[in-house]
């Protein structure tokens, strides 16, 4: 399940669910029963800080179930809470005028209170064959990806965030597309100084970590050693090529 929130006309915010992003603007009270950890669940409770806002919108996609009827409530004060939005299915973007909140209060609020209620999430384990074809042709709500990158050489995303591999059965399955990002992996695959080629990536990385097209969940930490008995080991960033390891014949304990 995936719940981008954005609040513009400021300073935009865009999160996920379950996303450390997503963790300063969780709301716990009696009536949101939100926690401060990640979790999944049908009740989801946000507060979002409008000081020296004259006008707001929310924009809001959850791609809930079809048949589970979903509510989006606002408050000013986290007492009084308006039903905004409501219905069975939310096939796109929902847009919220917050403007009434703000102009129409005697004394401007400092916050704005969001709970989304209804989002229903199911898992499915499927056959890789078929997981492959739907993660592909980008038929999923949301879905659990693993990646991984070459050990020997330096890394290249552009198959994963690049707007050209959005379309058709690339591997940019959340369909992700940003002008800067394009130029940025575009300009990496031209440039030989490693320095420069670090710094483009280091402001690709703050670009993906402010849009979270993805949900990062986890990255393994591992411990590797090996015998002495092997030759042309080299430890690599991403790990050790198996491939280039030898056995001198002195060493050799199964000639």
Same mark, same amino acid.
């Given at each position: 399940m995936d719940l981008p929130v954005r609040l513009v006309r400021s300073k935009a915010i865009e999160f996920a669910a379950?996303?450390? +992003?997503?963790? #300063?603007?969780?709301?716990?009270?009696?009536?949101s029963g939100c926690s401060d950890s990640i979790r999944f669940g049908s009740d989801f409770g946000y507060r979002f800080d409008v000081r020296n806002m004259r006008a707001a919108q $929310?924009?809001?996609?959850?791609?809930?179930?079809?048949a589970?009827?979903?509510?989006? $409530?606002?408050?000013?004060?986290?007492?009084?809470?308006? $039903?905004? @939005?409501s219905?069975?299915?939310? #096939?796109?973007?929902? %847009? *919220?005028?917050?403007?009434?909140?703000?102009?129409?209060?005697?004394?401007?609020?400092?916050? *704005?209170?969001?709970?989304?209620?209804?989002?229903?999430?199911?898992?499915? &384990?499927?056959?890789?064959?078929?997981?492959?074809?739907? %993660?592909?042709g980008k038929e999923f709500d949301a879905v659990i990806l693993g990646w991984t990158g070459g050990v020997v050489f330096p890394p290249d995303v552009y198959q994963i965030w690049h707007s050209s591999q959005a379309a058709a059965n690339g591997s940019n399955y959340v369909g992700f597309r940003n002008a800067e990002v394009d130029s940025l992996l575009e300009a990496y695959r031209e440039e030989f100084d490693a320095g420069r080629r670090a710094q483009l990536y280091r402001?690709?990385? &703050?670009?993906?970590?402010? &849009?979270?097209?993805?949900?990062f969940l986890w %990255?393994? @930490?591992?411990?590797?050693?090996?015998? @002495?008995?092997?030759?042309? +080991? %080299?430890?690599?960033?991403? =790990?050790?090529?198996?491939?280039?390891?030898? +056995? =001198?014949?002195?060493?050799? $304990?199964?000639?």
């Open positions: 379950n996303s450390f +992003v997503e963790r #300063p603007y969780l709301h716990k009270s009696e009536k $929310l924009r809001i996609n959850v791609g809930a179930n079809a589970h009827p979903w509510s989006v $409530l606002v408050s000013p004060d986290d007492k009084n809470y308006v $039903l905004e @939005r219905g069975k299915s939310w #096939p796109s973007w929902q %847009t *919220i005028t917050l403007d009434q909140y703000l102009a129409g209060a005697s004394e401007a609020p400092r916050s *704005i209170y969001v709970k989304i209620q209804g989002i229903d999430c199911q898992v499915r &384990e499927l056959d890789w064959s078929i997981f492959l074809q739907r %993660t592909r402001r690709f990385q &703050e670009i993906v970590a402010a &849009e979270q097209p993805y949900t %990255t393994n @930490r591992v411990a590797r050693a090996y015998s @002495r008995r092997f030759s042309g +080991v %080299t430890w690599y960033a991403g =790990g050790a090529d198996l491939k280039e390891w030898w +056995v =001198g014949p002195e060493h050799q $304990l199964y000639p």
